[in-house]
């Protein structure tokens, strides 16, 4: 099913909540942009409030401390006006509601509300008191407002005082967008089918922008290079090529809107959104994965059993699966650890937007998913690149250490390949629009993270010294191994399969090589934590000062660094803190040594990153060992890691 065909079933489901605005305790929130929109609606930013009664009288006008956003009607044409003048049916800017200010406006403006306030008595009331009296000299002579050239552009929002009844906007009232939308919506008969397959009445003329706030002039549907011969041989004009019914316009932009608010990843002009389209069922039994561990999976993306509500937009946000976006948006911002899955009966759909251009939204990525299927993909690729990555939890003594089986996000990522630290730069924001985009076509579509990226990952972390903290590095190196790991296992060539555990039969030379680096790393940084009792425990060790030259010229370089920690296997020898640990390093090394191809350890060719899995591996089993020394044990190396 095509994504517009989704978006208008989706509507169905949700137009229940049109219009409707959730509450917010906090007074910064801009709900109203939140809120889908009732057809024939827009937002307007407002910036004065007048308050009349049912006699046609101005009963109050202020000037708001901040800006403020609300929902009023509009027509097509207002919706996307430009420089001719175009008046809202209600809430407008001030020049046009007061003639004083430009009276070609404000004429347009009456002349509108004329023709579809009936015998409403608020509609009536305001249009009694706009004809007759001037908002501007009103709000200046009895309640000494002030107004400059500019303010005539803000927007003005009106209230209603009636008897017995709280003030309230007349914008929000039932009963007024009840009848701006009889009053604007077709009538008479359908001409035929518009090309998504519904009713015909109208053609639209003006497609809406603002579907992506950081992207405001950005449409993702428009018709309106006539000069550009677009249509020339195919299509006589604009409306051939694009026919379009204007209801059906507005419940896809709607909705797209509301989705894109609600349920979207937003990265500088991008937008990253997730949905269900069918109404979801009770949860169903978690998919088999073969091949999957149990502790990587994914509980933390199921959603809680659907509870009935009453709330039309809490209906909205759990038929649409908002909880499992917010949720999807936290895997590529951060991590989780699961311990099970479980889902909900639904099609999910995927979707990326991205400005084209100043005036084009474009879809970057579209993908439909079957129950089951998502999550299934999800899991895999979790279990594909996930490792033991070590995070920093600040508690009240300062920081702890933890170690997290979890997949790497996409902000580390970025910052493993790209090295960006200004966050707030163009470059950063590119960067993150385009990984984010690649991991996502990588995460649903079966495919390996792109052989690009390795590469930068690899030729960062093999440079520890670059780094400002060790720690940093430490995260860097993790993340790394896991993208690696999946790289090599989806190329295995029938070789053995990579895990997070290490591997004492694997014979390849470079994980062999890896191998032998942290044994070196972790003794000497023992031996060092040991004879200075602390004080030297973070002094780079020779494996890491040695590491970026150890990688081009594996062989030179392990000799040199052996000959450099060979005075440390004497200290340790001779040691009684150390001896024990030391013979088993000495042990370990010779059991390595065994597995190599005489040939290939000789060989000085330069390492590829199945190393760092092997040093990493080598690390991680080191720090698992048992000793019987108090001060041993004390120190684990993996502090380092």
Same mark, same amino acid.
Request: aromatic share 10%; hydrophobic share 35%.
């Given at each position: !099913?095509? =994504?517009?065909?989704?978006?208008?079933?989706?509507?169905?489901?949700?137009?229940?909540?049109?219009?409707?605005?959730?509450?917010?305790?906090? @007074?910064?929130?801009?709900?109203?942009?939140?809120?889908?929109? @009732?057809?024939?609606?827009?937002?307007?930013?407002? &910036?004065?409030?007048?308050?009349?009664?049912?006699?046609?009288?101005?009963?109050?006008?202020?000037?708001?401390?901040?800006?403020?956003?609300?929902?009023?009607?509009?027509?097509?044409?207002?919706?996307? +006006?430009?420089?001719?003048?175009?008046?809202?049916?209600?809430?407008?800017?001030?020049?046009?509601?007061?003639?004083?200010?430009?009276?070609?406006?404000?004429?347009?403006?009456?002349?509108?509300?004329?023709?579809?306030?009936?015998?409403?008595?608020?509609?009536?009331?305001?249009?009694?008191?706009?004809?007759?009296?001037?908002?501007?000299?009103?709000?200046?002579?009895?309640?000494?407002?002030?107004? /400059?050239?500019?303010?005539?552009?803000?927007?003005?929002?009106?209230?209603?005082?009636?008897?017995?009844?709280?003030?309230?906007?007349?914008?929000?009232?039932?009963?007024?967008?009840?009848?701006?939308?009889?009053?604007?919506?077709?009538?008479?008969?359908?001409?035929?089918?518009?090309?998504?397959?519904?009713?015909?009445?109208?053609?639209?003329?003006?497609?809406?922008?603002? =579907?992506?706030?950081?992207?405001?002039?950005?449409?993702?549907?428009?018709?309106?290079? &006539?000069?550009?011969?677009?249509?020339?041989?195919?299509?006589?004009?604009?409306?051939?090529?694009?026919?379009?019914?204007?209801?059906?316009?507005?419940?896809?932009?709607?909705?797209?809107?509301?989705?894109?608010?609600?349920?979207?990843?937003?990265?500088?002009?991008?937008?990253?959104?997730?949905?269900?389209?069918?109404?979801?069922?009770?949860?169903?039994?978690? @998919?088999?994965?073969?091949?999957?561990?149990?502790?990587?999976?994914? &509980?933390?993306?199921?959603?809680?059993?659907?509870?009935?509500?009453?709330?039309?937009?809490?209906?909205?946000?759990?038929?649409?699966?908002?909880?499992?976006?917010?949720?999807?948006?936290?895997?590529?911002?951060?991590?989780?650890?699961?311990?099970? !899955?479980?889902?909900?009966?639904?099609?999910?759909?995927?979707?990326?937007?991205?400005?084209?251009?100043?005036?084009?939204? &474009?879809? *970057?990525?579209?993908?439909?998913?079957?129950?089951?299927?998502?999550?299934?993909?999800?899991? *895999?690729?979790?279990?594909?690149?996930?490792?033991?990555?070590?995070?920093?939890?600040?508690?009240?003594?300062?920081?702890?250490?933890? =170690?997290?089986?979890?997949?790497?996000?996409?902000?580390?990522?970025?910052?493993?390949?790209?090295?960006?630290?200004?966050?707030?730069?163009?470059?950063?924001?590119?960067?993150?629009?385009?990984?984010?985009?690649?991991?996502?076509?990588?995460?649903?579509?079966?495919?390996?993270?792109?052989?690009?990226?390795?590469?930068?990952?690899?030729?960062?972390?093999?440079? @520890?010294?670059?780094?400002?903290?060790?720690?940093?590095?430490?995260?860097?190196?993790?993340?790394?191994?896991?993208?690696?790991?999946?790289?090599?296992?989806?190329?295995?060539?029938?070789?053995?399969?990579?895990?997070?555990?290490?591997?004492?039969?694997? /014979?390849? +030379?470079?994980?062999?090589?890896?191998?032998?680096?942290?044994?070196?790393?972790?003794?000497?940084?023992?031996?060092?934590?040991?004879?200075?009792?602390?004080?030297?425990?973070? *002094?780079?060790?020779?494996?890491?000062?040695?590491?970026?030259?150890?990688?081009?010229?594996?062989?030179?370089?392990?000799?040199?660094?052996?000959?450099?920690?060979?005075?440390?296997?004497?200290?340790?020898?001779?040691?009684?803190?150390?001896?024990?640990? /030391?013979?088993?390093?000495?042990?370990?090394?010779?059991?390595?040594?065994?597995?190599?191809?005489?040939?290939?350890?000789?060989?000085?060719?330069?390492?590829?990153?199945?190393?760092?899995?092997?040093?990493?591996?080598?690390?991680?089993?080191?720090?698992?060992?048992?000793?019987?020394?108090?001060?041993?044990?004390?120190?684990?190396?993996?502090?380092?890691?």
């Amino acid at each position: !099913m095509d =994504i517009w065909t989704n978006l208008l079933n989706t509507y169905e489901h949700i137009k229940p909540a049109s219009g409707l605005v959730e509450s917010s305790d906090n @007074p910064h929130d801009d709900v109203a942009n939140q809120a889908l929109l @009732p057809l024939n609606h827009m937002t307007l930013k407002v &910036s004065f409030e007048a308050t009349i009664n049912l006699q046609g009288e101005l009963v109050n006008f202020k000037h708001l401390g901040k800006t403020q956003t609300v929902i009023i009607p509009c027509t097509e044409a207002s919706m996307g +006006r430009t420089s001719k003048p175009v008046p809202h049916p209600l809430c407008d800017q001030l020049h046009y509601l007061d003639a004083t200010l430009d009276a070609d406006k404000a004429r347009l403006y009456l002349e509108q509300l004329n023709q579809w306030k009936g015998d409403n008595a608020i509609l009536n009331a305001l249009y009694s008191y706009l004809t007759q009296h001037s908002l501007t000299k009103d709000a200046t002579e009895r309640f000494n407002e002030t107004f /400059t050239d500019k303010d005539h552009k803000l927007g003005v929002s009106f209230l209603i005082e009636e008897p017995d009844t709280a003030i309230q906007a007349i914008a929000d009232k039932p009963e007024i967008r009840e009848q701006w939308i009889a009053f604007s919506s077709h009538h008479g008969h359908a001409v035929g089918k518009d090309m998504f397959g519904q009713d015909f009445y109208t053609q639209v003329e003006n497609f809406p922008k603002n =579907i992506v706030s950081t992207a405001g002039n950005a449409k993702v549907l428009s018709a309106n290079d &006539s000069s550009g011969f677009t249509f020339r041989g195919r299509f006589a004009n604009r409306d051939e090529a694009l026919s379009i019914d204007s209801l059906t316009s507005q419940k896809i932009h709607n909705t797209l809107r509301w989705l894109v608010r609600t349920h979207g990843l937003i990265t500088d002009t991008q937008a990253i959104v997730i949905w269900q389209v069918a109404k979801p069922q009770l949860p169903v039994d978690e @998919p088999e994965i073969s091949g999957i561990a149990k502790p990587v999976t994914l &509980s933390w993306l199921a959603v809680d059993q659907l509870i009935t509500s009453n709330n039309p937009v809490e209906e909205a946000q759990q038929v649409t699966y908002q909880e499992f976006a917010k949720k999807f948006a936290k895997l590529l911002q951060g991590h989780h650890s699961p311990n099970f !899955m479980s889902q909900h009966e639904g099609r999910i759909v995927i979707l990326i937007l991205d400005a084209a251009s100043t005036g084009r939204l &474009s879809v *970057r990525y579209y993908r439909e998913l079957q129950p089951k299927e998502y999550l299934e993909n999800l899991a *895999r690729w979790h279990a594909n690149i996930a490792w033991d990555i070590p995070r920093y939890k600040k508690t009240d003594d300062g920081y702890k250490r933890e =170690i997290i089986t979890s997949s790497p996000s996409s902000d580390d990522i970025i910052r493993v390949a790209f090295g960006t630290a200004d966050q707030t730069s163009k470059r950063y924001k590119q960067l993150k629009r385009v990984t984010r985009q690649l991991l996502i076509e990588c995460m649903f579509s079966a495919k390996p993270v792109p052989r690009a990226i390795l590469e930068e990952t690899f030729n960062h972390v093999k440079h @520890p010294l670059s780094y400002d903290k060790l720690s940093t590095w430490q995260t860097d190196l993790a993340v790394t191994c896991g993208l690696w790991k999946q790289y090599y296992n989806l190329n295995n060539n029938n070789r053995r399969e990579i895990t997070m555990a290490l591997d004492e039969e694997r /014979t390849d +030379r470079d994980y062999l090589y890896g191998r032998l680096l942290a044994l070196a790393d972790c003794f000497e940084e023992r031996v060092l934590y040991v004879r200075g009792n602390g004080t030297n425990a973070n *002094r780079a060790t020779n494996a890491l000062r040695f590491m970026n030259n150890y990688s081009a010229h594996p062989f030179e370089t392990y000799n040199t660094i052996r000959n450099k920690i060979n005075p440390y296997i004497e200290y340790g020898k001779s040691n009684p803190r150390l001896v024990r640990f /030391t013979q088993r390093i000495c042990n370990t090394i010779d059991e390595v040594m065994d597995r190599f191809n005489p040939k290939e350890y000789e060989s000085d060719e330069a390492l590829s990153a199945l190393y760092l899995l092997g040093y990493s591996h080598q690390r991680r089993n080191i720090a698992g060992w048992s000793t019987n020394s108090n001060e041993e044990a004390k120190h684990n190396p993996e502090s380092a890691e």
